[in-house]
Structures are given as C-alpha cells and as structure tokens.
C-alpha cells in the first residue's frame, strides 16, 4: 500500500474557526506570549497559564472539523495516511484520521510536572489543584516556547 503523509498547521484549523497565534485578531491579541506559553510564565502564574489554556480548550471543544479535515481520512481508503500536524487541536481526529502526530501537544491531554506521564483530561478545565497519582501538579499537555518539539 502507497503511503501518504498530511503536513497541517494553523490554517487547516482556522477554517473551523479557531483563532490562529500569529493573525491580526489571533490568540496573541490579549495575551503575551511570554506569560501564558513559556516555562517562565508557568513558574510566575500557572493560574493564569491555565486560564489561558482553558479558554483555548473552550474553543477547540466548540469547533467542528472542516472539509479539509474529512476529505484527508477518505484517502484512507485507497492509501496508508500519517497526518503530523502542528495544531494542538484534536480535529484531525474529529474528521476521522486514524493516525495523527501532533508536534506541539494536544490540548486536551495534560502532563504530569514531575514525571512528564500523559492524561487524557476528564475535564474540560485544568487549575491548580489537580494533580497526577503521584501528587504533582497537571499542566497542559502542550509544547512551550522554548522547549523541545
């Protein structure tokens, strides 16, 4: 079987709707960088990390896989499909790809600060206070500015 592989990033999403970083009315409008998407920000205000963080949730829970993301798991059919993609988002999935590489993180997923272990999130918001089974704080399962793809 012939093998195909999807690069995505920003714009395949932003047809469902979600904001993009870098557009004029992006994510980074109302919020800077530095304090919401970097290892230094988590250690000054995890709080509003979070925050921003669930509002992104909020909006990837909202929004619906485009004809981009449907038209890629038809090809499935005929061909063996590795989407690696960018986006933090899970409309890949939604559309029905099998086999998915997400390079900066998946947003519904969190992270254990002390061991790195992987959760699917029972909720839709993460804060301060939830903790993996050895007790260490859950941050979102995402890939930081100035940490390692």
Known sequence: MKKI???SGAGISAESGLKTFRD???????????EVATPEAWQKDPALVLH????RREQVLNATPNEAHQC????????????ITQNIDD????????NVLHLHGEIL?????LTGK??????????????????????????WFGEEV
């Open 91 to 98: 409309l890949h999935e939604r559309g029905g790809s099998k």
């Open 52 to 55: 921003f963080y669930n509002l």
């Open 24 to 34: 004029s009315d992006g994510l980074w409008e109302n919020y800077n960088v530095y």
């Open 109 to 113: 997923k969190s992270r254990s600060t």
């Open 118 to 143: 992987i959760h699917t999130m029972k909720s839709p918001d993460l804060n301060i206070g939830d903790l993996c089974e050895k007790k260490a704080q859950l941050r979102p399962h995402i890939v």
């Open 5 to 7: 592989v999807v690069f």
């Open 72 to 83: 890629i798991p038809k090809l499935e059919k005929k061909y063996d499909v590795s989407v």
